[in-house]
């Protein structure tokens, strides 16, 4: 069975730091591309980031470029989302989705056609 499964979520202080992982079981995640998404309650799904087959970062939103970053970690089927500097405006359940490509070298931008995706993790910034 494929499936994508996020974890790492919490609940934290503003200014702290998490990291979450979404993790690839039932197919390779070298052959996709991996973004990553939240929404909070009353909102829209935000798109956060997309990170490519060949490890660019394609795209981190206005809202977290200075603070969030993404990486991938093949061996371990695992991408991994580092959130630091959280604020309360950063609370929300947050998926990941994986976009696969036939082209190594193709930068999508995630933000189309995603295949897979998980079911989410909660996070909540509060004092």
């Known amino acids: 069975q494929m499936q994508l499964v996020e974890s790492g979520g919490g609940l934290v202080q503003p200014g702290d730091s998490l990291r979450l992982s979404c993790t690839a079981s039932?197919?390779?995640?070298?052959?996709?591309?991996i973004g990553w998404f939240r929404e909070a309650p009353g909102k829209e799904r935000e798109a956060i980031s997309c990170i490519s087959r060949r490890d660019k970062i394609t795209y981190l939103a206005d809202s977290v470029k200075d603070r969030f970053t993404v990486s991938r970690n093949n061996a371990q089927n695992t991408v991994y989302l580092q959130m630091n500097s959280l604020k309360p405006e950063d609370s929300a359940v947050y998926y990941c989705?994986?976009?696969?490509?036939?082209?190594?070298?193709?930068?999508?931008?995630?933000?189309?056609?995603?295949?897979?995706w998980g079911k989410g993790t909660l996070v909540t910034v509060s004092s």
């Open positions: 989705a994986a976009e696969y490509s036939n082209d190594y070298y193709y930068d999508t931008l995630c933000l189309y056609g995603m295949d897979y």
């Open positions: 039932g197919f390779r995640l070298d052959y996709y591309a």
